[in-house]
């Protein structure tokens, strides 16, 4: 059985008061719930701030250039969070992942947390959800890593940040720079016509 870690809040309530009247929160605390259970929201945190997305209702939210949707990191490989965006039909799915690592023995990093891991599972959510996918990734460079005191066996160094725009198909949109430069990368993307409300 997988679980997903959300955050619950425990709540005082003055003695002789009802549950509804004013609650004080005492400290936010992580529980385990399974992902197999059906999940009526995305998270059942009252708090907003800890939302990765402005609504705590929906990963996707319209915009000026369409239905936009998020997803972050190993999300991406969660049935349930896949199945309730793809729902939504985004016109356009962005990626984000944290610094990853090369798949290179030296870096002693397991697999899912390399690049070629997250590159595979933006690409299989483009072919899944039939939309483009803007995969971005951040980088940690060697001068942060001595600022901030990593040990050098950590192989900071080595993290490598290559972002990508996957089409509907599946297939890469941009070439691959070096994961250490930064570069725009842009596409011509044609939305496809809106679908008749049933």
């Not at 009526?40 to 369409?66: Q, Y």
């Not at 944290?98 to 030296?106: T, Y």
């Not at 050098?152 to 198909?169: F, H, K, Q, S, W």
Request: contains cysteine; aromatic residues 8%; hydrophobic residues 30%.
């Amino acid at each position: 059985m997988s679980y997903h870690t959300v955050w619950r809040d425990s709540y005082t309530v003055p003695r002789g008061k009802s549950h509804s009247a004013a609650r004080k929160l005492v400290t936010p605390r992580l529980t385990n719930i399974s992902l197999h259970q059906p999940m009526p929201e995305f998270s059942d945190c009252p708090v907003p701030e800890l939302h990765w997305w402005p609504s705590a209702h929906s990963r996707v939210e319209t915009t000026g250039i369409g239905r936009v949707g998020v997803l972050c990191g190993h999300e991406h490989a969660d049935p349930v969070f896949k199945r309730r965006t793809i729902q939504k039909r985004e016109d356009l799915h962005i990626s984000t992942w944290a610094p990853l690592f090369k798949n290179d023995p030296q870096t002693k990093a397991p697999w899912f947390q390399t690049t070629e891991a997250s590159h595979a599972l933006s690409r299989v959510y483009a072919l899944e959800s039939s939309t483009c996918v803007l995969h971005t990734t951040s980088y940690i460079s060697g001068d942060v890593c001595a600022q901030w005191g990593i040990p050098p066996d950590v192989n900071c160094l080595l993290n490598d940040a290559r972002a990508a725009i996957y089409g509907p198909e599946g297939d890469n949109l941009t070439e691959n720079p070096s994961a250490t430069h930064e570069k725009i990368k842009y596409a011509n993307i044609v939305r496809r016509p809106p679908v008749p409300a049933e």
